[in-house]
């Protein structure tokens, strides 16, 4: 079983950033690719980033040259940057690990353990 822990979250004005964490741990040999989710109220989950063990990323249009995502693998630690943020960012946002598959996805379907969230609010 692998276990996800977001943190960083907060409120935060338009154009401001934070920098989510992700503490990965728990039985994490077979995971080769994480991901961040993000979750507004009434709408469904939706990919923001993703990267895999040979740091290969992808990234969703809306939060491209905005987002970085990145990893320490020393730390078990996944981050996800975020600049000029806007208040359509505001959500709910998900670490997931994938399991047993390497290539990078923006797909809920294709991720097998997620954390708790991370509340991102940012205000106009």
């Known amino acids: 079983q692998v276990q996800l822990v977001e943190s960083g979250g907060g409120s935060v004005q338009a154009g401001g950033s934070l920098r989510l964490s992700c503490a990965v741990s728990g039985s994490t040999h077979n995971t080769c690719t994480m991901g961040w989710f993000r979750q507004a109220p009434g709408k469904e989950r939706e990919g923001v980033a993703s990267i895999n063990e040979f740091g290969t990323t992808s990234y969703a249009d809306s939060v491209k040259g905005r987002f970085t995502i990145s990893q320490d693998n020393a730390k078990n630690t996944l981050y996800l940057q975020m600049n000029s943020l806007k208040p359509e960012d505001t959500a709910m946002y998900y670490c997931?690990?994938?399991?047993?598959?390497?290539?990078?996805?923006?797909?809920?379907?294709?991720?097998?353990?997620w954390g708790q969230g991370t509340q991102v609010t940012v205000s106009s």
């Open positions: 997931a690990a994938r399991q047993w598959t390497c290539g990078t996805s923006l797909l809920s379907v294709d991720y097998n353990h």
